[in-house]
Structures are given as C-alpha cells and as structure tokens.
C-alpha cells in the first residue's frame, strides 16, 4: 500500500515511486515474454501499442492485488484495465518518446487514467528513463499537441514545446522491479537509448469505471489523429463494479 505521504505526492507531483518491487522470477517472465512476442513481431522492436491483442499472459501482471491496491488508493475502489504496453529500447539506437500527455490519445472520459509504469531493466538517463515534469498535472486539462513526422519516435503526437520548459524536467530513475505510478495529464517523455544497456519498460493503464471508455470517439480519434483504432479495444474489469453502466468488458 502507498503511505498517506506517497498518496498525497501523487496529488502534488503527478507521479510517485512506491515501496514496491517486483521479484527476479517475475521479471524473468516478463523478458522471455516479450522475447517470444518479438519472434513472432519484429516490428515491436521499439514499441508495442495493444501487448494484451498479442500476448494475453502478460495480464496476469496487471492482477497483481499489491498494484490493484496501490491503484485503487488513487483513483477509487472500481477499476477497470484498458491497456498494456510495452516500451522497448534496445541499446545504441532505442528510439526516443516526444514529450507529450498520455490523455492526447486515449478515447476516456472524463478522461482519468492512473498508469502504472514497471522497470524490466535498470533505467537511467544514459539508457533513456522516463523525464516528467513535476506537477504538470495540476490543471487537469490537456495542452497543445501537433503530429510529428519523425522517424525516430515511438508516438506520433508531440507537445508545443511552449507548452512546457524542459529544463524542468525529473529523471525517473528506477531499478529493474521498481514501478511508478503517474497521472494522465503528466507531462513526460524520455530520450533515445545511445548506452550500451537496453531499457525496457512495460504500461498498466487502470481507469475508474466512473469513466466511459468511448468507442465511437476512439473511432473518430483513429481518424483525426492517424493513430491506432482503439474501437475494439479489451477492457478487464478488475475490481468492483462499472459505475457508467456502459463500459464493455471481456468475459475473461
């Protein structure tokens, strides 16, 4: 469980690294996973958007009730899993993320997201960890993106940089196990891996079932924003109940 100090930083910062990590067999797991997923999908070298449409065993991380509770201190007792992903930065050439907010692309609302970020390796500024800026969550509300063309990013939607001041920039430092926990309107972003080491991370992303995973704007964001259609997305109803009455869930 995250102390009511860790609970309250989360309200002030936007993120928080608990008291938590997770042990050496698990993360074993988690690599041979993604070891097979890349097999069968090379083009997830650096990214992969929808884990759970490609390798289902990977949910059984996200059912974790040490992450459920932490989860569940932040964002009430009814929670939903909307999405895995898994960041992959393979060493001297992992692509870099632009600095963005993870709510410009998600189709929820009231947009409301706790996202659970879990290290599978060491991760520093060398090899490319996460950057956020501190409290950039405060005002609740998302800030100008536009479309990059780059082809050295994992995503394809990038904050006005007036938007924001880099020099104000965290790093987030974590040891292979360790995991933050981060809110949707959080500014972040991390650079290319040019190390040695490679930097790997996998999402947990957990929305309140007072929120509406919305099909239909999924559909419309698919085509505004020329991203991935999220319509059919998989969402597992983890605990409690659907406070809207209209999210759709998997079975199993």
């Not at 899993?81 to 060493?91: R, T, Y």
Request: one cysteine or more.
């Amino acid at each position: 469980m995250l102390s009511s100090d860790q609970a309250a930083r989360y309200q002030e910062d936007g993120y928080v690294i608990p008291d938590f990590r997770l042990d050496t067999d698990a993360l074993e797991e988690i690599k041979a996973l993604h070891a097979a997923l890349l097999e069968r999908h090379p083009e997830f070298r650096d990214y992969c958007s929808a884990l759970l449409d490609y390798e289902p065993a990977f949910r059984k991380f996200a059912e974790s009730p040490e992450i459920l509770d932490m989860v569940g201190q932040l964002i009430g007792p009814d929670i939903a899993l909307w999405n895995m992903s898994f960041f992959a930065k393979p060493a001297h050439g992992g692509k870099r993320t632009p600095w963005h907010q993870d709510g410009e692309y998600w189709p929820i609302r009231p947009l409301a997201t706790c996202t659970v970020w879990l290290a599978v390796d060491d991760a520093t500024p060398e090899n490319g960890c996460l950057k956020f800026i501190r409290g950039s969550h405060k005002d609740q509300r998302l800030k100008a993106h536009s479309r990059t063309e780059a082809t050295d990013v994992t995503l394809n939607q990038e904050l006005d940089p007036t938007a924001f001041d880099e020099s104000e920039a965290v790093d987030l430092v974590l040891k292979a196990g360790q995991l933050s926990l981060h809110d949707v309107y959080l500014l972040h972003g991390s650079e290319a891996n040019h190390s040695d080491k490679p930097r790997r991370g996998m999402t947990m992303r957990f929305m309140p079932t007072t929120s509406l995973f919305d099909r239909e704007l999924a559909k419309r964001k698919s085509e505004t924003q020329k991203i991935r259609d999220q319509s059919r997305q998989k969402v597992f109803l983890m605990r409690g109940e659907d406070r809207t009455g209209r999210n759709l869930f998997e079975n199993a």
